[in-house]
């Protein structure tokens, strides 16, 4: 329960973000919560989409929890002065996000799927993360294990020598990884941590 690092976005990037890409569905991550321009209704169709599913209207009691917990429709003004962690956008014109990222050469886009970015501070990554957390337990890199499937994993797996991939986890999270596992199953990447923690 207790935090350990916080890399908050820089208030201008943050009204920067939020000015260029105004007309579009964002979402503003803190440590507290998700706040959203968009509405429940538009939030639970880039849901579906996101999962192959069918852009229907679907009952509030359906939406997964972590959506249902969102503060939607704030207003601009109210999103510009939040204590920004993670800015994200889905379909966001591929030109336009890149003026952007440009305009702000400390920010990076590490997205966990495809069609969403997902912009955090470059020194805010999954692999930065895992080595404060281990320099907070006493601990190096070599004493640990990860594991990761998306691009935004991918300094994580470069962190951490012991690093794994699934065979079914993207190209780019494979070429970082140290090893490749076979996923013969759901339970695939489970059992290789009991394997690892038993030794």
């Known amino acids: 329960g207790e935090l350990v690092s916080e890399k908050r976005i820089n208030p201008k990037d943050l009204r920067d973000f939020v000015m260029t890409f105004a007309g579009d569905p964002i979402e503003i991550v803190t440590k507290d919560g998700v706040y959203s321009n968009a509405s429940l209704g538009e939030l639970s169709r880039m849901f579906l989409k996101r999962k192959g599913l069918p852009a229907i209207p679907v009952f509030s009691f359906l939406l997964p929890p972590f959506l249902k917990s969102w503060e939607t429709r704030v207003p601009a003004g109210t999103l510009m002065g939040l204590p920004a962690v993670k800015l994200e956008i889905h379909d966001a014109d591929p030109e336009k996000m890149k003026q952007f990222l440009d305009r702000h050469p400390?920010?990076?886009?590490?997205?966990?799927?495809?069609?969403?970015?997902?912009?955090?501070?470059?020194d805010a990554t999954k692999g930065t993360a895992a080595l404060e957390v281990l320099d907070l337990l006493q601990m190096d890199a070599g004493q640990a294990a990860a594991f990761g499937d998306g691009i935004n994993d991918i300094t994580l797996l470069e962190a951490i020598p012991e690093s794994y991939a699934p065979e079914t986890g993207s190209e780019q999270a494979k070429n970082a990884a140290a090893h490749i596992l076979p996923m013969p199953d759901d339970h695939a990447v489970i059992r290789k941590m009991e394997e690892l923690i038993r030794g």
């Open 106 to 122: 400390d920010l990076v886009n590490a997205p966990s799927m495809s069609g969403l970015s997902e912009i955090t501070r470059r």
